[in-house]
Structure formats: structure tokens, C-alpha cells
């Protein structure tokens, strides 16, 4: 079992900034993928950004360039760093652990950016 926990998020208006955080705990795997993802009301949760443990990173093509995903190793922990923020990146952001066999969520922390 793995444990995903979040914390960050809030309110800020256009052109702010915030930073998410994610901690895993439990039974990690050396080899996993970490990452967030975003779901805005009435749409589908899609992929922000991930990071893997060997340290290669994917972004959606929608944060690159304003998001920067980030981890330590030896606390099990990531950061997402978002800058320039928009009202369209108002969606609750849920962590995510993945491993061979084994998919983990947090419970999610909500964004909002105001105009």
C-alpha cells in the first residue's frame, strides 16, 4: 500500500503563483512515476505533468513552459511549481503514484485562479 497526500493549492489571481506539494509514503517502489493531474468541473482529469525516478519529466503542452515538476528522492516527495497562472488551470489537482501493478491517488487539492 502507498499513501498520496497533498498539500498547496489556494486562490490567486491571473499571473500568480503557487506551489503544489505530494507526499508517498508506504510501500515505494524504486522504480515509479509521480506526477499531477487536473480536472476542471465538467471536463475530464488530464494529465499536467510527471515525473519519473530517474528524473525524466513530461508536461502537457498546455503548463510547459510555466510548470516545472520537481522531486526528492529520499523524501518520497514532488513539487509542482506553477508561475503564470490563469483562470483556465482552475481544477482540482490530484498527485498520482504509479509502479508496475499499482496506481495510487491523492485526494486532491483545489486551484483557483480568478480574473
Known amino acids: 500500500q502507498v499513501q498520496v497526500v497533498e498539500s498547496g493549492g489556494g486562490k490567486v489571481q491571473t499571473g500568480g503563483s503557487l506551489r503544489l506539494s505530494c507526499a508517498a509514503s508506504?510501500?515505494?517502489?524504486?522504480?515509479?512515476?509521480m506526477g499531477w493531474y487536473r480536472q476542471a468541473p465538467g471536463k475530464q482529469r488530464e494529465l499536467v505533468a510527471t515525473?519519473?525516478?530517474?528524473?525524466?519529466?513530461n508536461y502537457a503542452a498546455s503548463v510547459k513552459g510555466r510548470f516545472t515538476i520537481s522531486r526528492d528522492h529520499a523524501k518520497n516527495t514532488v513539487n509542482l511549481q506553477m508561475n503564470s497562472l490563469n483562470p483556465v488551470d482552475t481544477a482540482v489537482y490530484y498527485c498520482?503514484?504509479?509502479?508496475?501493478?499499482?496506481?495510487?491517488w491523492g485526494q486532491g487539492t483545489q486551484v483557483t485562479v480568478s480574473s
Open positions: 498520482n503514484y504509479r509502479a508496475v501493478g499499482d496506481v495510487y
Open positions: 515525473i519519473t525516478s530517474g528524473g525524466s519529466t
Open positions: 508506504g510501500s515505494i517502489s524504486r522504480l515509479n512515476v
